[in-house]
């Protein structure tokens, strides 16, 4: 069970391999689309290693929900628990 | 070739291969006469128990050049002709082009099988939940083609041949036609592969296809010679850019060499073995050479296709010699697949670069490894050292290219 500090940085981790963007911007209010212009490949890359990482499943129909990294966040969170 | 033609010239040359991670190092390592075979690093030589356990690697891993979010997101094939068509577009001086006047062509030969079989390895062990999104993109014969239209905003076409081990002489074919048609006035052309990987490996040698000199890499390729015994698995890529002639000129590129014409045939015979008499080469010699407006005394270069197998290389020299006759005994003949291995589906492009360079620099590079010419091989092998060609005058070249299927492409060059 990871902290949602850990989860944060765990999720940057993926954010930046996949798309290049420091960590330090991967911060809890941005948006995937609109701060991070994540592409939706990108963003499913993104859940697949997510899950992979923290031991979750995502379903498909929640990532549309997903808008910003703190609503990932709280997702993985609530979903470990 | 009509006196209203567009002429095509060779403007960049960008290449990744065995003996070197850029053009200069692998002509460099080709007039020295270098192997680039070496056992496989990877502990799956052993895990498979393949019967061959060499190869010829790409002397420059991908990994070293590109930043890790590109290599994660491009198969190998692709990322070797990223770095290759990097280095030809600065070579060629980043032309200022329409983007609707550039193209791309890119071939490779088996495609993003890296990719393919490891997300299988994926699926079945993880399940389809654990598949990555890129993974056709990065799986398709196009995707190569397709990075480098990305990359630099080719849109007046991304076209992929695919003909096997011909395939990288045939984008070459394709985009002068492309250029010639009026279709394009830039067009970054050339082929790719990354196929040492245990399937490759395991699907060839059970046809008999590669050499299983384990003991002796560096030996192994040994086009023409008596004790040949298969090719050598390469990889890399080789692309140039072609451009017309009007263009290259008006922005006052240098020009390596003219692209005068090329000549396709297919064998119909077979779908692997060469047809033993050579009529396929010499249709699609004969037709480089008609479509260059030249006789074959004008030639003063081959670089053959001549891969080490034993029934290939003695074909093509028959077919060479029914295009050629008598003339072909003055033409100094190089099979650098003796150093760099078999690049598949990049082959034919990388070894276009060389056939150039050999043209610019008027020195026919070596074959390495003919300790024993084979008796049945009629044509004037360049051996062990380089050779000057003729030091005044404009040289003209051909490059063969053939692959499994019955694919026979000739490319014939002059110097500038």
């Known amino acids: 069970m990871a902290s949602e500090q850990e989860i944060l940085s765990g999720l940057a981790e993926i954010v930046n391999e996949e798309t290049g963007l420091p960590t330090d911007s991967v911060q809890a209010d941005k948006s995937f689309t609109d701060d991070l212009d994540i592409d939706s490949l990108s963003m499913m890359t993104i859940v697949v290693n997510a899950e992979e990482k923290f031991g979750v499943r995502i379903p498909d129909e929640d990532v549309k929900n997903l808008r910003t990294v703190g609503d990932a966040v709280a997702y993985i969170s609530q979903a470990q628990g | ?416």
């Open chain 2, 1 to 416: 070739m009509t006196a209203t033609a567009r002429r095509v010239v060779v403007t960049g040359m960008g290449a990744t291969t065995p003996l070197g991670g850029d053009v200069r190092s692998t002509w460099e390592a080709a007039l020295a006469g270098r192997s680039g075979a070496r056992p496989i690093s990877a502990p799956w030589t052993d895990e498979f128990e393949l019967p061959v356990t060499f190869a010829a690697q790409a002397a420059v891993p991908a990994a070293d050049v590109l930043d890790r979010r590109e290599v994660k997101r491009l198969d190998p094939s692709q990322q070797f002709a990223v770095i290759a068509a990097r280095e030809a577009w600065a070579d060629a001086g980043t032309p200022d082009v329409d983007p609707l006047r550039l193209a791309s062509v890119v071939a490779t030969g088996i495609g993003g099988i890296w990719t393919l079989l490891t997300a299988y390895d994926t699926l079945r062990e993880k399940g389809a939940r654990r598949v990555l999104p890129l993974t056709v993109p990065m799986l398709m014969g196009n995707g190569p083609t397709s990075a480098i239209s990305l990359e630099f905003t080719a849109r007046a076409g991304a076209h992929t041949p695919v003909s096997a081990c011909a395939s990288g002489a045939e984008a070459l074919a394709y985009g002068a036609d492309m250029i010639r048609a009026g279709r394009a006035d830039v067009v970054i052309a050339g082929g790719t592969e990354a196929a040492i990987h245990p399937l490759p490996i395991a699907s060839f040698a059970a046809m008999h296809a590669l050499s299983r000199r384990n003991e002796d890499p560096a030996r192994a390729s040994r086009p023409f010679d008596t004790q040949r015994d298969g090719f050598v698995l390469g990889e890399g890529a080789g692309i140039v850019v072609l451009e017309s002639e009007e263009h290259a000129r008006a922005r006052g590129a240098r020009i390596h060499a003219e692209l005068l014409g090329a000549g396709l045939s297919a064998d119909a015979h077979h779908v692997a073995a060469p047809e033993p008499e050579g009529a396929g080469v010499n249709r699609a010699v004969r037709d480089a050479l008609h479509a260059a407006d030249l006789a074959a005394g004008d030639i003063a270069h081959v670089n053959a296709h001549a891969t080490s197998t034993p029934a290939g290389d003695v074909a093509e020299d028959k077919g060479l010699r029914l295009a050629l006759g008598g003339a072909a005994d003055g033409i100094a003949v190089s099979a650098t697949k003796s150093m760099t291995g078999h690049l598949l589906g990049a082959a034919g492009a990388v070894e276009s670069i060389l056939t150039i360079l050999a043209l610019r620099e008027r020195l026919a590079p070596p074959t390495i490894n003919v300790d024993d010419l084979d008796p049945d091989v009629t044509l004037d092998v360049v051996r062990k050292d380089p050779r000057p060609l003729a030091a005044t005058g404009r040289l003209a070249g051909l490059n063969n290219a053939f692959g499994f299927g019955g694919h026979n492409v000739s490319v014939v060059f002059a110097s500038a």
